[in-house]
C-alpha cells in the first residue's frame, strides 16, 4: 500500500465535521494488477462453484436489514467482497464497478458490495460514488463466513494500519481485527455460486473487462 495515498484517504473519510455528501476521494487511486487469466475462477478458500450458500443476514448502508432470499430476487448476483473503505485498491474497484454498470446492467447482473464497515461507513462509499447497486454492511461476519471470505489481520498488521490512520475498530464497530479476503461470486437465484474468485494478493483482482468476458463466455455457452 501507498502509504501517502492511504493516509490521504483515511484522512478524508474520517475527518470531522466531513458528511459522506462532501466527500470527495483523490483522482490518482492506486492502479489495481489484473488477475491473471490462468487463475480465473480458481480459488483455494470461498465458496466452491457449485455449492449453495448458507443462509444469512446483513444490513444495507441505510441500517436496513437484507437477507440472502431478498438479494437472489436481484440475481443473478455478483457477490464482491471488498476489504473496507479505507482501503485505496478497494475504492479503485468500487469505482471501476461503478463507472461499469451499465454494462452488468445490460447482461441483467447485479453487482453487490460488502465489507465489514458499518453501515454509515458504508454509506460514505454509497455516496461518494453514487454506486447504483447494494453496498451492504457485514461487521458482525454473517456474509463474510457465509462465503468463506474471513481474514484475521493480526495484531501487529492492526498496529501498522493505525499508523497510516486505519482503526480497523472505528470502521467496523467492533473489536474484531477481521476483513474480507477480495472475492468475486456469481451466484444465481437459487443461491448456488456459478463462478468464484478469491484473491491472494489484495493489490490483485479479476478486472472488469475480465468479468464481462466471463458473463459473456457463460451467456454464450
Not at 20 to 37: C, H, K, T, Y
Not at 54 to 65: C, I, L, Q, W
Not at 101 to 115: D, H, M, Q
Amino acid at each position: 500500500m501507498t502509504q501517502t495515498i492511504a493516509t490521504l484517504i483515511c484522512a478524508l473519510l474520517l475527518a470531522a465535521p466531513l458528511t459522506a455528501q462532501e466527500l470527495e476521494l483523490p483522482d490518482r487511486l492506486p492502479a489495481l494488477q489484473e488477475a491473471d487469466i490462468s487463475s480465473l475462477g480458481q480459488s483455494d478458500t470461498g465458496v466452491a462453484v457449485g455449492e449453495k450458500v448458507p443462509a444469512f443476514s446483513v444490513t444495507t448502508h441505510k441500517g436496513e436489514s437484507m437477507a440472502l432470499t431478498r438479494l437472489l430476487g436481484q440475481a443473478p448476483v455478483l457477490v464482491v467482497f471488498y476489504r473496507g473503505g479505507w482501503c485505496p485498491y478497494c475504492n479503485t474497484q468500487i469505482r471501476q464497478l461503478t463507472e461499469a454498470w451499465p454494462e452488468f446492467e445490460r447482461r441483467g447482473v447485479t453487482p453487490v458490495l460488502i465489507s465489514a464497515d458499518k453501515p454509515d461507513a458504508s454509506a460514505i462509499a454509497q455516496a461518494t460514488y453514487e454506486i447504483p447497486f447494494p453496498v451492504l454492511s457485514d461487521p458482525d461476519l454473517k456474509a463474510h463466513e457465509a462465503f468463506d471470505v474471513v481474514v484475521q489481520i493480526d495484531d501487529a498488521t492492526a498496529e501498522k494500519y493505525r499508523g497510516y490512520g486505519i482503526v480497523l475498530e472505528d470502521w467496523s464497530g467492533r473489536d474484531h481485527h477481521k476483513i474480507a479476503a477480495p472475492g468475486v461470486f456469481l451466484v444465481d437465484g437459487n443461491g448456488i455460486v456459478q463462478w468464484a474468485h478469491v484473491s491472494e494478493d489484495y493489490k490483485t483482482r479479476p478486472s472488469v473487462a475480465q468479468l464481462l468476458a466471463m458473463l459473456d463466455s457463460r451467456a454464450d455457452g
